[in-house]
């Protein structure tokens, strides 16, 4: 029995045609050249590639941030169309991003509290009241304390500021959850507690997750399925295991070469949980 599909791409392409100048001709760029796949709902499909091969125009297509120049999108199996019918204000909150850095997207003047309740506000007609008890629970469930509901942004750290980037996600309840270098700039250790993290809310929640990085070590940690993409082309895309064990193409060779055996004991002791997770009580 498989589960549900949560999210699906169809030969998504996107173009940037940038305007000529004085010194230069005009011309295109193709970002991503016609990618497919498919999430089903409570795995992690993880996104891997250098800079500039298309990870974030793909997460921005996604989240319906930016319209694909052709392809299909599909969430929850419901066809997005940008161009043509607008977007519901109900298919926008199914699907959330964390950025790599929350700290650009945070108002310095908003209280912490404030800054998790907006989202009801604009998406629910809960009173104010309510807002503020579900921003306070969720506080809590990113691991963080009651006396930080009051505070401003500036006054976290770098991984504080990432827990309140993904409880503000949660909020309004998401099937998707889209991760664009979640960890990237954070220290190793502060990483492996946001994976973590970011592990047990998905499995608490039923989330699903596309897991964009560079970072071969965190992919391997926190991925189900693996998207390499390469100029814009997706070369390699399969369950973990087979990726990581039997890389098919010369760059997804390179790529895995140049990085350091991952932590073995860290991935088994997840699959476990998730393993003892799935064992019914
Ligand atoms: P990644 O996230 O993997 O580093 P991006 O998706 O940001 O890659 O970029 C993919 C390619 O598209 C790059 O060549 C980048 O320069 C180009 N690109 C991204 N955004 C724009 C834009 N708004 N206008 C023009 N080119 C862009
Ligand atoms: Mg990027």
Known sequence: MSAPVVLEARGLVRDYHIGGSLFSGARTVHAVKGVSFSVE?????????????GKSTLARIITMIDAPTAGELLIEGNRVDIARHGLSKEMRRKVQI???????????RQKIGDVLAEPLLLNTALPAAERRDRAMQMLLKVGLKPEHFN????????????????????MVNPSLL?????????????QAQILNLLADLQDEF???????????????????????????????????????????HDYTRTLFAATPRAD??????????????????
Do not use: W
């Open 41 to 53: 709902k409570g795995r992690t499909l993880a996104v891997v590639g250098e800079s500039g091969c």
């Open 98 to 108: 964390v950025f790599q850095n929350p700290y650009g997207s945070l108002n310095p």
């Open 151 to 170: 505070r401003y942004p500036h006054m976290f750290s770098g991984g504080q500021r990432q827990r309140i980037a993904i409880a503000r996600a949660l």
């Open 178 to 190: 889209v991760l664009d270098e979640p960890v990237s700039a954070l220290d190793l250790s502060v």
């Open 206 to 248: 039923a989330l699903t997750y596309v897991f964009i990085s560079h970072d071969l070590s965190v992919v391997r940690y926190i991925a189900d399925d693996v998207m390499v993409m390469y100029f814009g082309e997706v070369v390699e895309y399969g369950p973990r295991d087979e990726v990581f064990a039997n890389p098919q």
């Open 264 to 281: 073995v004991d860290s991935i088994r002791a997840r699959l476990a949980r998730k393993a003892a997770a799935a064992e019914p009580a």
